[in-house]
């Protein structure tokens, strides 16, 4: 097994909750290799924020690309070489502002990728925005007065738009995340996280812990899932929703891999000429 520690000094505020879901991952992968999942086959992407460390900490291949755009990277890294199982770790700010047509369209595909978005409320590396989950009334920075805005209900979403694995977790409940990477990896199709993710100068472990409660049980529709997504709190923790839909890559070309199946430019115009014969 490697090791998935790098020996890149780790620069997240003390008692951050990114520190659990680094320790998450880290359990979540040795499960995954005991299943026949291959720690080198497991690739990753992440956005740019503080969540997006990760990237550095964790010693795991990918790409560490811009601000927004990590969903597009792990569409990319997916279709290329279907073989690999793909994270996208994404902050809230990260996947669900700049990034949200990039999230909405990989879900809306059921790419199969898993996407663990750090919810902190905040835009955390660039010190106090308020974000696309933060609270109305929320005060920082940029919202002395208390936010305006209504959060997204970002778990009725993503089932909107068509992700067919939706949980949300918490970084202070590592057994509970772990389970819950685990079960989106496995999963085949667009797997969506979101974890509960206090930031130390915004928030306090206090404002969560006594708030968790467990879903009791998966819904059998859609329609169900979502009427759970609108009528329960937001630390409320669990899967809400799974489905089996194919896979957007296996739409595309069925079972071949481009990678390791790579066809010449001639039998390429020759398919192509083919498709287009009147
Ligand atoms: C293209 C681009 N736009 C904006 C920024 C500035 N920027 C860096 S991190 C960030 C937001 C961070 O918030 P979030 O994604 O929630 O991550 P967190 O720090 O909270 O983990 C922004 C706007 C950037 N680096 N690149
Ligand atoms: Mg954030």
Redesign the pocket.
């Known amino acids: 097994m490697v090791d998935l520690k790098t020996d890149a000094e780790i620069t997240w505020c003390p008692g951050c909750g990114?520190f659990g879901i680094f320790t998450a991952i880290r359990n979540a992968v040795p499960l995954l290799e005991q299943k026949g999942i291959k720690s080198e086959d497991i690739i990753m992407t992440a956005?740019?924020?503080?969540?997006?460390k990760i990237f550095d900490y964790l010693n795991l291949s990918g790409i560490y690309g811009?601000?927004?755009r990590n969903s597009s990277n792990a569409e990319g890294i997916k279709i290329a070489n279907p073989n690999l199982k793909v994270i996208n770790f994404?902050?809230?700010?990260?996947?669900l502002?700049?990034g949200l047509a990039h999230t909405m369209f990989a879900a809306k595909r059921n790419q199969d990728i898993t996407f663990i978005l750090?919810n902190?409320s905040?835009?955390?590396?660039?010190t106090g925005?308020f974000?696309p989950l933060a609270e109305k009334g929320w005060k920082g920075p940029s919202t002395p007065r208390g936010s305006i805005e209504t959060p997204f209900n970002v778990i009725s979403l993503l089932i909107e738009v068509g992700a067919t694995f939706v949980a949300r977790s918490y970084a202070g409940d590592i057994n509970h995340l772990t389970e819950t990477i685990v079960k989106a990896i496995e999963h085949e199709g667009f797997s969506f996280i979101e974890v509960l993710q206090p930031?130390m100068p915004y928030h306090k472990w206090e404002e969560y812990k006594d708030k968790i409660e467990y879903l009791g049980r998966k819904s059998n529709s859609k329609e169900e899932a979502l009427k759970i997504a609108w009528n329960t709190h937001r630390f409320t923790i669990g899967v809400f929703y799974q489905e089996t839909r194919e896979v957007y890559h296996k739409s595309l070309y069925g079972s071949l891999n481009p990678v390791k199946e790579s066809l010449s430019r001639e039998k390429r115009l020759e398919k192509i000429n083919e498709i287009l014969k009147p």
């Open positions: 990114n956005g740019i924020g503080c969540h997006a811009l601000h927004g994404s902050g809230d700010a990260n996947g502002a700049e750090h902190n905040v835009y955390a590396l660039t925005q974000s930031a």
